[in-house]
């Protein structure tokens, strides 16, 4: 039975990522994976999986980093992939399907209060899952309980807002068309909330977790192939602070939105894509 619950600590985080809100980013998985697959390959590297290895995937998402480890911990190691949206579970698990995967399990739940068996995982991976926990030091003291003494965690967490400028830019270029974001606490759950290194190594080493190191990763976030204004424009629209304006209260009309966006993504398309910067730690630790 799943623990996932309104009284959970991540209780808002769970009725966001459950919500129309976050539709998109189920619907829109083929063209995120495309935008993140350089650093998703760097993070697999990083976390080096082994074969006959057990794996844990935080904030699984639809499974993408699941397609890449499973082969590589092969038909003795088995990957699980955890994430508190519903739709995003169903929609990794029909891919698992598709691509003929059986050594994996997809779990619905809230990987702060699952009761997973103890001392399962050799690897604790994720690709930006890790941001969103009111209360870190507990979530991760129950990850940690999960792993084998000596466990190896890997994660890709994002750094700055101002450091990441394929979020940042397009909505600058939209000027007073779109709200401010709303300011979040450094410590309040959120896409940047691992920004600070330092906050970083307190979490994990409050969890109990040692050896730590936060290493700096700056990737070029492909929003669209070459020449593809149109593409990079409708994830733009799609994801991110725009796409969070589009759908907000007094939204701004998308077409004023989408030739401001489509003449500044021109400016920049080049023969590799259309590509801003990125900026992300990789965050090693073992428990």
Known sequence: MSNQSAASANAREIEFWNSAATRQWHEEYSRIDEMFAGLTEYLLTCAAPQPGEYVLDIGCATGTTILGVAPLVGPDGHVTGADISRSSIMRGRDRMAEAGVVNVDLIHDDVTVHEFERGRFDLVISRFGVMFFADPVASFQNIRRAMKPGGRFTAAAWRSPAENVWASAPARVLGDLIPPPVPLGPEEPGQFSWADAARVERILRGAGFSAIAVSQHDPAIRLAGPGDVEGATNLTMSLGP????????????????????????????SPRGILLPGAIWIVQAVA
């Open 242 to 269: 725009v796409g969070r304006a589009l759908r907000g209260e007094n939204p701004p009309s998308p077409e004023a939105v989408r030739p401001l966006l489509e003449a500044y993504f021109a400016t920049i398309d």
